[in-house]
Structures are given as C-alpha cells and as structure tokens.
C-alpha cells in the first residue's frame, strides 16, 4: 500500500506511516496478506489506510460502503465518524450519509436538487421519492453531527423502542469535539425542563446548574489555570493554557453543583448527589434526542477555592462536573457496555 512506482526509494518514515495507519484502522493484521485473500472489506480498509498515509487533508470516497456486510459496514461508519479530514462521499447509503456528514447535497439527473442538514434533508420523503432514494431506517435519533433537529418522529418507532435506542446511542463526547452550533433558548429552556423531571426524594431539589455564558469563560478559564498553578507548583505554561482552554470549548457549559448539606429535610448526600446524576442524565439524554452531541468534564479545579468562589458555591454546596453539549463534529465508536451480568446478582 506505499509503493510509488515511480517515486523516492521506500524509506523508515514511509514504513512508520504505514504501520501507524495500519494500527489506526485495526489492519496490522493484513499487511502481510496477498491482496486476493482479503474480503471486500479488509480491502476497503486498507485502501483507506493506504491513504491516510499520505496524510490528505480531504477524503474522496465513491460508495464506500458497497458490498460490506453489516458489521463491515458498521465499522466503515465508525472509521469515517473519527477521522479528522474533511470527507466528501459519493453514496446511495443514506443511514451512512446521516451517520457522516453534517452537509449533504442531493443530485439527480445531473442536477443539484437540494442542499442542507441530512437529517431534513432525509425527511423529506418527497424529495427523496423524487430522486429515486429510500428514507435510511429509524436509527439511533441522533447519529448524524450537528445540533439539530433530532428524531422527527416521521418514522413510526414504539416509544419503547425509541427510548432504547436513545439510551443506548448516548455516547460521551469530549468537548474538545463539540463546535456551535449549540443549543437555542427553547431548547436549553427543554433540557432543564428535563432536568425538574429527576427523582426528588423530599422535593428540595438538591442540585442547582449554573450556565457559563461565551462572555463569561475568561473568568472559567483564570480560575482553571490559577487552580492548577497552586495545585501543582510545577505545572508548566503549556499545561496551564491548556487548562485555561478547557474552559472555552463547548458552545454551552453548565456547571452541575450539589447540595450535600442534609438539613432540613434530613435527606442522605448519597440521595442528594443520586438525584443530580439523574439530572444530568435527563439533559444529556435530552441533548441527544435534539442531536446535540454532549460531554461530562470533572477533575481536581472543580473543587478549587478559585472555583468556589467563582460560583459562589455555599457550605454544603460541592461542583460535581460540567455538562457540555454542541455539535460533534466527530463520533468515536462508543465504548462497549458492561455486561448485566458483572453488576446484578440476586439476594
Ligand atoms: C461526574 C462525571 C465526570 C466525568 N468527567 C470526565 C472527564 O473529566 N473527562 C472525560 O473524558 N470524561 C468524563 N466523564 C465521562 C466518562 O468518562 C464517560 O461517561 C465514560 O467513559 C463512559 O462513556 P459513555 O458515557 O460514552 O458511556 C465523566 C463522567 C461523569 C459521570
């Protein structure tokens, strides 16, 4: 896959490009394979290796995903959600558009016959019947990047269902994946709407969220990197920008904050901090019904005196973590979920 013909001699870099691109795409294994025992899709994924070892800045793929099987065809989706590059992909395959690409441009008969969010673009069964496509199945509501509009109910999906694949779709997205746009007013209004809806044993609400406006992220961003200089004397001045970075990268950043003081009513902190979780769980599953991509960040400056103070945090009041939504604009395949079988047990 790195031989040039006519080119400079192979070198120890062009080796070291190949291995790396192999290892990324999980293709080590092949590299000493002939070409004509590999399956379509091992093909596909050392071609795509081939590639990425010239390092391009842009992708041009023509069907990708035609003749895989489902699983490889899965995995396609998967590698192309975590690249970098900008992708631009020739494909009838709408569920892997969807799951792609935030900008889709429709073409049919030689002509351009709409250009927009694929997930509108999708539900448009005129336009698709007109350009001789079929809608891509009710998938998970959110796969596609981009803040948008969610699951348009269009696809007949029992609730339960629905609710399934919600639940299991939502995946952590590092903020440092998460560009504007983020969420408007109405939608922030909905997803504290989602947050009041968290079990409540006694009804005080013992959680409160604070939102960190555009303007306001300096501030986060001091009281970041002060808590790592007198945290760690030896922090160096790249990591302290770093820290001051984190506060500037998703386009909404919510600080999640408990109240743990068990006074009046006497409710335990593990029932109070219970609660908070099911907040967050609300919005984040919330966020990602909408299309929202979302991230959880916690660490060491949450309970800072610099952070206290920021938030004016009262006694009793503990910062748990910040919930970070915007739109992804890249997918890593999502973790692989504990079996029920390591965390239940019967009496
Ligand atoms: C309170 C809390 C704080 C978290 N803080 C971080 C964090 O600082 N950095 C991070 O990468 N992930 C953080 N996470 C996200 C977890 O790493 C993530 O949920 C976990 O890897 C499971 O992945 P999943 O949410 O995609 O299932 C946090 C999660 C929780 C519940």
């Not at 690249?83 to 892997?96: C, E, K, S």
């Not at 969010?117 to 796969?143: G, I, N």
């Not at 984040?284 to 019904?289: D, I, K, M, P, T």
């Not at 920021?310 to 999502?334: I, R, S, W």
């Amino acid at each position: 896959m790195a031989i040039d013909l006519d080119a400079a001699p192979f070198t120890a870099n062009d080796a070291r490009l190949v291995d790396d691109e192999c290892a990324a795409l999980d293709a080590t294994h092949l590299a000493a394979r002939a070409p004509h025992r590999l399956s379509g899709g091992e093909k596909r994924a050392v071609a795509i290796a081939g590639v990425l070892a010239m390092a391009p800045s842009i992708l041009v793929l023509d069907e990708p995903s035609s003749g895989l099987d489902g699983v490889g065809r899965r995995r396609l989706i998967d590698l192309l959600c975590g690249l970098p590059q900008t992708r631009v992909i020739a494909t009838h395959d709408l569920d892997l558009a969807r799951a792609v690409c935030r900008r889709v441009l429709v073409l049919h008969d030689g002509q351009l016959q709409a250009d927009g969010d694929p997930r509108a673009l999708f539900a448009d069964h005129d336009l698709l019947r007109r350009c001789h496509l079929e809608a891509p199945p009710a998938s998970a509501p959110a796969t596609a990047t981009g803040g948008g509009t969610g699951n348009d109910g269009d696809d007949a999906q029992a609730p339960s269902e629905f609710a399934q694949v919600l639940i299991a779709s939502r995946h952590n997205i590092s903020p440092k994946r998460l560009i504007e746009p983020g969420p408007d007013a109405a939608q922030l209004a909905t997803l504290f709407e989602a947050a009041a809806a968290a079990p409540d044993h006694g009804e005080i609400t013992p959680w409160r969220f604070v939102i960190v406006p555009a303007a306001r992220r300096a501030l986060l961003a001091e009281a970041f990197a002060q808590a790592l200089a007198d945290r760690d004397p030896a922090a160096t001045p790249e990591q302290i920008e770093t820290a001051r970075e984190k506060a500037h990268r998703a386009p909404l950043l919510i600080l999640a904050v408990a109240r743990l003081g068990t006074a009046d009513p006497d409710i335990p902190a593990a029932e109070r901090l219970v609660s908070l979780g099911c907040a967050i769980q609300n919005m984040l599953l919330a966020a990602h019904a909408m299309g929202f991509g979302c991230g959880l960040t916690g660490g060491q400056a949450l309970g800072s005196p610099q952070l206290r103070e920021l938030f004016a945090l009262a006694d009793g009041e503990t910062a748990v973590c910040c919930v970070n939504v915007g739109t992804a604009v890249t997918h890593k395949p999502g973790r692989v979920r504990p079996d029920a079988a390591a965390f239940v047990s019967s009496l």
